[in-house]
Antibody, heavy 118, light 107 residues
Framework: QVQLQESGPGLVKPSETLSLTCTVS????????WSWIRQPPGKGLEWIGY???????NYNPSLKSRITMSVDTSKNQFSLKLNSMTAADTAVYYC????????????WGQGTLVTVSS | DIQMTQSPSSLSASVGDRVTISCRAS??????LNWYQQKLGKAPNLLIY???SLQSGVPSRFSGSGSGTDFTLTISSLQPEDFATYYC?????????FGQGTKLEIK
């Protein structure tokens, strides 16, 4: 069973860069697409983007200028960097595997709450 | 971006009821429509993919239908563990947008 686990700081100062890592266990990063999704407290889900194991990316245009995603196949991890953080970026950040005939988000991490505050 | 609109936004129902949640896309998404269930404080859980395919391990009381712009999630007989928020998501065109969610509450 594939499992994903997000890690990173729970608190980020305004204007700083958020760095999150998702560690995949029970399966390989290879030959799959990996995604980030976020959810502000009490609100709905926002798709951030995805990265293929080879490094190809697809970002949400609303965040594209601020995002960098990367993969480390040797560690079975992929990462998200989001710069110029503001209070509007406060959210639970999820990583997930994108897969299948419906291009569905099949496996999800438990999520990590990131708060932007000075 | 493709806008996804769910109706209703909230719904009260009783155990044993048949429940239908609708999702409408602002343009055709073919059958690239997925449904997720999210319980409080938990990650979303995939229920239905490609509009009508039941994810492995999901009870058969959940079903999905539709194509193009109009889709439906049906729960045939509500169980206590089904009270949650449900989201549709299109995966036809990036960015892969979600509906605003439908909160299913106990009557």
């Amino acid at each position: 069973q594939v499992q994903l686990q997000e890690s990173g700081p729970g608190l980020v100062k305004p204007s700083e860069t958020l760095s999150l890592t998702c560690t995949v266990s029970g399966g390989s990063l290879s030959s799959h697409y990996w995604s980030w999704i976020r959810q502000p407290p009490g609100k709905g889900l926002e798709w951030i983007g995805y990265i293929y194991y080879s490094g190809t990316t697809n970002y949400n245009p609303s965040l594209k200028s601020r995002i960098t995603m990367s993969v480390d196949t040797s560690k079975n991890q992929f990462s998200l960097k989001l710069n110029s953080m503001t209070a509007a970026d406060t959210a639970v950040y999820y990583c997930a595997r994108l897969y299948g005939s419906g291009w569905q988000l099949e496996y999800w991490g438990q999520g990590t709450l990131v708060t932007v505050s000075s | 971006d493709i806008q996804m609109t769910q109706s209703p936004s909230s719904l009260s129902a009783s155990v044993g009821d048949r429940v239908t949640i609708s999702c409408r896309a602002s343009q055709s998404v073919s059958s690239y429509l997925n449904w997720y269930q999210q319980k409080l404080g938990k990650a979303p859980n995939l229920l239905i993919y490609a509009a009508s395919s039941l994810q492995s391990g999901v009870p058969s009381r959940f079903s999905g239908s539709g194509s193009g712009t109009d889709f439906t999630l049906t729960i045939s007989s509500l169980q206590p563990e089904d009270f949650a928020t449900y989201y549709c998501q299109q995966s036809y065109t990036s960015p892969y947008t979600f509906g605003q969610g439908t909160k299913l509450e106990i009557k």
